[in-house]
T-cell receptor
C-alpha cells in the first residue's frame, strides 16, 4: 500500500534561518507531488508541484523553493526564513486527475 | 488562471437539515473536480469526485454533479448529521500531465443535534 511521510510535525525556527521540510512517498512510482500551505480562512494554497524528477513548477512567488532529487522525495526549502513563512505546510501526492490526492500529516512551522 | 471559488462559511445547521455548499470553477480544458473533507484533528481525505461533465459523484449521502454549462460542482446532502461537522474543500485538477491541483478556501460546517 502507498504511504506518505512528512517531517517534522512541528518546527520553530528563528527569522533568517534556513528551512528544509521533507516528504517521501512509498508504494508508488512517478507520482505527482505537491506542497501546499494551509491558512485559516484561506484554504490550501498551492505552492509547488512536480510531475517528475527535477521538474518543479511554482505557483506563487515567495521566499521558498522546492526540489525533487528522487522520484518519491519532495523537499521544501528556504535560505532565510521570514516571519510571514509561518504556517501549516502539507505535502501530497497523486497519480493524476482521475484519482484522489493523498496528504501527509503536515508540518506546523513557526518563525520567531 | 485556473481557480476554485467556494462559498464562505461557516455554515451552521440542525441535524437532518438540507445542506448545499456552492463551488464554481474557472479552468482551461476539461478539469476533474473533487470534494475533500477534513474532520476535526484529522487530515484531508477525498469525499467524492467527478472527472467529466454531467458526472455525479456520491459518497456517505453527499452528492455533487459536474455542471460544465454553469462551471459548478455544488455539494449537497439531504439530511446532515452531527458527525458531518467538518471543513469541506472543493478542488480542481487541471491537465492530465501538467498536474495542477487547486483547492478552494474551505467551508466550515457545524451540525447541531
Amino acid at each position: 500500500s502507498q504511504t506518505i511521510h512528512q517531517w517534522p510535525a512541528t518546527l520553530v525556527q528563528p527569522v533568517g534561518s534556513p528551512l528544509s521540510l521533507e516528504c517521501t512517498v512509498e508504494g508508488t512510482s512517478n507520482p505527482n507531488l505537491y506542497w501546499y500551505r494551509q491558512a485559516a480562512g484561506r484554504g490550501l494554497q498551492l505552492l509547488f508541484y512536480s510531475v517528475g524528477i527535477g521538474q518543479i513548477s511554482s505557483e506563487v512567488p515567495q521566499n521558498l523553493s522546492a526540489s525533487r532529487p528522487q522520484d518519491r522525495q519532495f523537499i521544501l526549502s528556504s535560505k532565510k526564513l521570514l516571519l510571514s513563512d509561518s504556517g501549516f505546510y502539507l505535502c501530497a501526492w497523486s497519480t493524476g486527475g482521475l484519482t484522489e490526492a493523498f496528504f501527509g500529516q503536515g508540518t506546523r512551522l513557526t518563525v520567531v | 488562471g485556473d481557480s476554485v471559488t467556494q462559498m464562505e462559511g461557516p455554515v451552521t445547521l440542525s441535524e437532518e437539515a438540507f445542506l448545499t455548499i456552492n463551488c464554481t470553477y474557472t479552468a482551461t480544458g476539461y478539469p476533474s473536480l473533487f470534494w475533500y473533507v477534513q474532520y476535526p484533528g484529522e487530515g484531508l481525505q477525498l469525499l467524492l469526485k467527478a472527472t467529466k461533465a454531467d458526472d455525479k459523484g456520491s459518497n456517505k449521502g453527499f452528492e455533487a454533479t459536474y455542471r460544465k454549462e454553469t462551471t459548478s460542482f455544488h455539494l449537497e446532502k439531504g439530511s446532515v448529521q452531527v458527525s458531518d461537522s467538518a471543513v469541506y474543500f472543493c478542488a480542481l485538477y487541471v491537465g492530465s500531465t501538467l498536474g495542477r491541483l487547486y483547492f478552494g478556501r474551505g467551508t466550515q460546517l457545524t451540525v447541531w443535534p
